[in-house]
């Protein structure tokens, strides 16, 4: 693969994952939490990864050229997030100090972040039309493994961020417990407006 493809996939990459949206409200959310980051950051690329997977086998364009179950995934997923975009209004997480909780606490963290990601069809469209853009029919690599490469660097600059995001919104907000409360409440917003507004494309479509 040519050093100028992998370079403007990565530009594109970056970009994409600068952008906040649901992903950036949860893990600003474990930020905040200051215990779940971690396994937030690891469930939410456990999604990406199932939807790279899904790409790469070949089964994307078959799920694409199903609109049901396009449908169906965005339904659960929006509703999803609705739920726990209103869960944060009514909760919102605040600073708190002392030891990391159980393991139950751990799993939570990683199993929302998984679904949050892995139930938005909008993942999955993203991989399905942005790696092949990027791939070369007459490179000596075959295709999936160009396309596994490329997912591959998208997933470690998507982690690296998302923990410069958790980590910076607990250290910005850790003096300012009110302050933390207002920002939890603005991701659990965010997140009822995203829901919203898969919801509406399923209606309007």
Known sequence: MEMSVVMGFWIVSFLLIMT????????????????GII????????????????????MGVLLAGHPLALSALTLFGALYLLWLGIGMLRCPAAITAGRTQADSSWNR???RGMCISGMNPKVFLLFLALLPQFTDPQSLWPLPLQMSALALLHL????????LVGYGSRALLATRP???KVVSRISGGMMIAISLLLLTEQIMH
């Open 20 to 35: 906040p949206g649901a992903d950036w409200a949860y893990t600003i959310t474990a930020g905040i939490s200051g215990r």
């Open 178 to 180: 009110q302050a933390a």
């Open 39 to 58: 396994p937030a950051v690891m469930g939410l690329m456990t999604g990406h990864l199932l939807a790279t997977g899904i790409v790469v086998a070949g």
């Open 156 to 163: 470690i600059t998507c982690t690296l961020v998302y923990l």
């Open 109 to 111: 963290w990683a199993i």
